[in-house]
């Protein structure tokens, strides 16, 4: 059983590893300053970049994170503290785990059809609902999980000192959850920021320099798909490069909330 | 105002769900004293004191019926949250809050409920502090968090939150049981010079303990108030003859 299970540890770690190391190897000689200041160069042409898409995918996630941190903060407050144990807070539960069943592509022709068909164009502002409600889940499910670990005892003792429920939660119980509350969200936006299909329908792609919400934006996840797919060898390259930048936003992201967010161990 | 009537509690009640904690009893709890809460585990010891500032409600499915009359006001008939600040409460474990400092941790009854005053907070703090008799030993880490002190110390940090409120009464819910013999005996020695201020109810399962500290015992049994009267008394002359098998310890 040890040996079984440090066998999966080392092959998880060799497997991540791996991939990481393929990408680097691949990706990192395309990563030089045209890539991140140029846009794409005409087929045949040298040193063209990916500006627009490392713009596009930063304004996406940030619109991502807009809607899905507060709703999926906000829906797992709820499940863990006010309707743990009630019929509507099942109902929420179920509600939640059915939305992060359903394939990211059914979430995109869904706000295909509310958003992109109303305003009759592709935007960045849809694509970025559409990370977002993808988001939704996993934050609300995780944050969930981790109030449930903070114990009972500090809530008694802080409602025990006259305060009222809500600065119970946010000013005591949350704070004391920050840690993991903030690496599940950056986990959210690693599991979107490589999200594709929902942005064939939403976002779709630019191949020229755009920030503007109700224009179509490019993103590294499309740019990559387009690149990797297409017959050219200095594009396969940008595909690599993208695929690396996009790994490291990824990766940063997860770094940065282990080393910024203070963790406590609690009493039980 | 000696001896006068602090908590006066008629035909309580309290349930889990079906299952009934609390028979229905009443009694007067007086004034700046310290009444001992004693009797076997499961008794309904801590559900009676979680009766008495409204946290017995918090846990899901559970009810009561009664009333307790906190100087003539039914704390029934108003608001919770302002009733526990009238009647504080300190736990078995020290919870403090671990993302507050100790400073913090004090404070956090006042500041959380609007007091922005940092001189007004810093002399609450320090006065809660000293109440506790902590204020020369942690003085200088008191804005560090609070990992890092014995339990006996967060004990003290805890009383002292819960004195920094400015309470009438104070409940406490075996506040020893975690602690070693030497700082059980300096929450003892505290909660002697507490009791010139406040009003003091404490569950214990130290039949010593109670002896030394309480003015008066009530002995809980199954749920059931048995006896109810000044320490004394019921430690060596109990009418019922379950109170006198339970404080010898020969059977509940």
Redesign the interface.
Known sequence: MVGFCGLSTLLISGLLLLVLGYITLHGLPGANLNFFTRLPAPVGMEGGGLAQAVAGSFILIGLACLIGIPWGIGAGIFLSEVGKDSWWGEGVRFAVDVLSGVPSIITGIFVYSILVVKLQSFSALAGGVALGIIMVPLVARNTEGILQLVPQGLREAALALGLPFWKVILKIILPTAARGIGIGVTLAVAGVAGETAPLFFTSLSNNYWSLGLLEPIASLPMEIFRYATAPFAAWHELAWTGALVLITIVVSGMLLARILLPGYNFRR | MLNSCKLKIAGLQAWYDSRQVLKGFGMEIRANKITAVIGPSGCGKSTFIRCL?R?HE?V?GARVSGSVLLDEQDIYRANP??????I??V?Q????????SVFENIA??LS??GLRNKQKLREVVEKSLAQVGLLEEIGSFIHL?A?GLSSGQLQRV?IA??LA?QPEVILMDEPCSALDPIASFHIEELLSELKQQYTIVIVTHNMQQAARISDYTVFLSQGDLIEYGSTPTVFINPRDRRTESYITGRSA
């Open positions: 500032n946290m918090i899901p949250v302002e009733i526990r600040r009238r504080g409460m736990f474990a020290p919870n403090v809050f671990p993302a507050m956090a009854g959380l409920n968090p990992t805890c939150r819960a409120v």
